[in-house]
């Protein structure tokens, strides 16, 4: 089983910045794709980022730009740089793992969670 433990999450002004870290359990962190979600009160999460086990990433729109993934399989880290930071970003974060296998996806874990305030 792998386990993941989100961090770096906090209250922060528009305009700032925060970069949230993922640390994962386990042996085979280098063969798993990697992706962060948000999810706002009353609203369904959604994906941000990913990066696969190669480390290819992908941002959505509406953050190009200004967030970055990042993965450093001899960490066993993943990592979300957020840079000019909008009230809409506002948010539990949670980091997900997952592998592609066959032509599909195996196994599936998530974090916990980690609160991302923007906010005057």
């Known amino acids: 089983q792998v386990q993941l433990v989100e961090s770096g999450g906090g209250l922060v002004q528009p305009g700032g910045s925060l970069r949230l870290s993922c640390a994962a359990s386990?042996?085979?962190?280098?063969?798993?794709?990697m992706g962060w979600y948000r999810q706002a009160p009353g609203k369904q999460r959604a994906l941000v980022a990913d990066?696969?086990?190669?480390?290819?990433?992908n941002v959505v729109d509406s953050v190009k730009g200004r967030f970055t993934i990042s993965r450093d399989n001899a960490k066993k880290m993943v990592y979300l740089q957020m840079n000019s930071l909008k009230p809409e970003d506002t948010a539990v974060y949670y980091c997900?793992?997952?592998?592609?296998?066959?032509?599909?996806?195996?196994?599936?874990?998530w974090g916990q969670g980690t609160q991302v305030t923007v906010s005057s």
């Open positions: 386990g042996s085979l962190f280098s063969i798993y794709a």
């Open positions: 990066i696969t086990s190669g480390g290819i990433s």
């Open positions: 997900r793992a997952r592998r592609a296998v066959a032509g599909s996806w195996a196994d599936d874990y």
